[in-house]
């Protein structure tokens, strides 16, 4: 026998009835603006870079990029734009980036079907389990168990945040699927691996993380881009090339330090097996992740929107602008009933971040809830 729905459990739910209706028109609107911006920065990036090395263009590139991913991908691929009425075919999660028009909507590292495995299904489903690909403290024990000084900690970490796309996600995502279309047969792919064999084409991790990640991805931003300026001249080639590499540290750096303190620190939950119903998996979502500040279009966008992450874990499929008008409500009505809701700086948490991969602190573990019972009964 079910145990009977907290009055925490009714009041989400009422909210999810309230904030999650059918996009409308300023939906729409806000996608399609953010969506410029992407695009204005993009454009600026390039119209810059052939002229020489310089921090503008690295900054356009890198922040398009990101966005581009964060943003746009992210929120498409959730099929949150799934229920626009009369939307734009590509604005669909089995549409945007797949096939043919990865090349138009979203070339990154990943494969969108491959992320979309990885992240919509392993991550949201599995968040901090052991199963969770995307748990720092677990897929960053390299670096936190080794036996090194902390600096030497940091210096590592660095380099893996600004490497983290090609060298850890990509092969993370090609393995999960690989890992999901093996399961149960005599060469099962385990849900983590060596990423040092992933890199060599010797396995069909390897050889996916070659065909499908780093040449499309590499033919396309760091040979065919270049060889277009080409046409001014082999200076503005070889600047273009120079600003797209630092582009690419910099967005590296940039996502790691807003995606990872998502669900990292001494203050959120990981888990030792899968929730028990619907009610605690909502309340995993909520304690095992963190918001930053938010509320504008420059901030959001700033952070990718990942600003509202916790709102995003109970709720994947809305839409940006849903995150924004719900957030205040639910981080009430987690005072209310005495849930924890972590909202701090994305510089406070990437903080914690780091001393989470460097062994200085550890995560909370299995969150328990109790209600109390006279707020139950004033509720119920």
């Known amino acids: ?29 806000h996608f399609r603006k953010m969506q410029r911006w992407t695009r204005g920065l993009s454009l600026l990036g390039y119209a810059t870079a052939w002229i020489a090395p310089n921090p503008v263009s690295i900054l356009a590139i890198s922040t398009g990029r990101f966005a581009r991913w964060t943003m746009l991908s992210h929120h498409v691929g959730h099929g949150g734009y799934d229920r626009v009425p009369d939307k734009p075919k590509h604005w669909s999660g089995k549409v945007w980036a797949h096939g043919a028009r990865r090349f138009v909507d979203w070339l990154d590292w990943m494969p969108m079907a491959a992320w979309q495995h990885e992240h919509n299904k392993m991550h949201h489903y599995r968040l901090g389990e052991v199963d969770d ?107 273009v090339l120079v600003n797209t590499l630092l582009a690419e540290l910099l967005t590296n750096l940039h996502a790691f330090f807003v995606v990872a303190p998502n669900h990292t620190g001494n203050d959120l939950y990981r888990f030792s097996g899968p929730a028990r119903g619907k009610d605690e998996f909502h ?15 420059v901030t959001d966008f700033l952070h990718g929107w990942l600003n509202y992450q916790i709102e995003h874990h109970l709720f994947p499929r809305a839409t940006m602008l849903q995150y924004r008008r719900m957030q205040p409500e639910l981080k009430a009505l987690c005072l209310k009933y005495g849930v924890p809701y972590v909202q701090e700086s994305v510089w406070t948490r990437a903080g914690k971040t780091l001393d989470i991969m460097t062994g200085r602190t550890s995560m909370l573990r299995d969150y328990q809830y109790e209600e109390s019972a006279e707020l139950s009964q004033a509720v119920g």
């Open 1 to 29: 026998m079910a145990a009977p729905q907290t009055a925490f459990a009714r009041e989400l739910a009422d909210l999810q009835k309230r904030h999650l209706t059918t996009p409308g028109p300023e939906d729409v609107a």
């Open 133 to 239: 690909p995307d748990l720092v403290e677990v897929s960053a024990a390299f670096i936190r168990d080794a036996k090194l000084p902390l600096f030497a900690k940091y210096i590592l970490s660095f380099l893996a945040a600004i490497t983290w796309k090609p060298l850890y996600y990509a092969p993370t995502t090609l393995r999960s699927v690989a890992h999901a279309e093996t399961k149960g047969a005599d060469n099962e792919v385990p849900v983590r691996g060596n990423y040092w064999s992933d890199w060599l084409p010797i396995s069909r991790v390897g050889r996916d993380v070659w065909l499908k990640s780093w040449i499309p991805y590499m033919a396309v931003h760091y040979v065919l881009f270049p060889a277009i300026f080409l046409l001014i001249g082999p200076w503005a080639a070889m600047s």
């Open 283 to 297: 309340l995993r979502q909520i304690v095992g992740s963190a918001n930053y500040a938010c509320g504008n279009d």
